[in-house]
């Protein structure tokens, strides 16, 4: 990740500096089983609290591969399951206004458990199945604050379950 600032101009002449984040792309992973969902819960530092979400994230630096190789990475790095059934939902920005960041969202299914493999700052990662009823509860009395996770499931709904 790395910060920069650019002299700009606007479209009326006057000029400033827009700071921008540079930051590689991550995948996203609704694991679906059962009408429910696999979550994950870990403290988010910048929040003080701990969040449920679905499992993201990036390649550690300087590891490559696709986005299928990453969504496969994570799901199995934060909650153990392989999947057998891949379906890719949609690709979106994160925050455009301030970072190029984009992610990839993919649906698994047929899901086998395994031990999870997390990175050292998710050690404190919980994870549980959810009934999908439960998961639109969470979302709507703000439970689920994770914008990531919100934006992926209306794909999920609008292409998957209407």
């Not at 190029?100 to 899901?111: I, M, P």
Request: aromatic residues 10%; glycine residues 8%.
């Amino acid at each position: 990740m790395t910060l920069r600032e650019d002299a700009i101009e606007r479209e009326d002449g006057s000029r400033g500096i827009y700071s921008v984040i540079d930051k590689p792309d991550f995948a996203l992973v609704l694991p679906l089983e059962n009408d429910g969902f696999h979550l994950v819960e870990e403290y988010r530092y910048p929040l003080r609290a701990r969040r449920w979400q679905f499992p993201q994230g990036g390649f550690p630096q300087g590891v490559t591969g696709t986005p299928e190789e990453l969504a496969t990475a994570e799901l199995v790095e934060e909650t153990g399951f392989t999947a057998a059934t891949w379906a890719r939902l949609g690709y979106l920005n994160t925050a455009h206004g301030i970072t190029n960041q984009c992610f990839h969202v993919f649906l698994a299914t047929d899901l086998t458990p395994g031990e999870p493999h997390r990175e050292l700052t998710e050690q404190d990662m919980r994870q549980r199945w959810f009934p999908r009823t439960e998961v639109e509860r969470m979302i709507r009395e703000g439970v689920i604050t994770d914008d990531s996770s919100l934006a992926a499931y209306l794909l999920f709904t609008m292409r998957v379950h209407k």
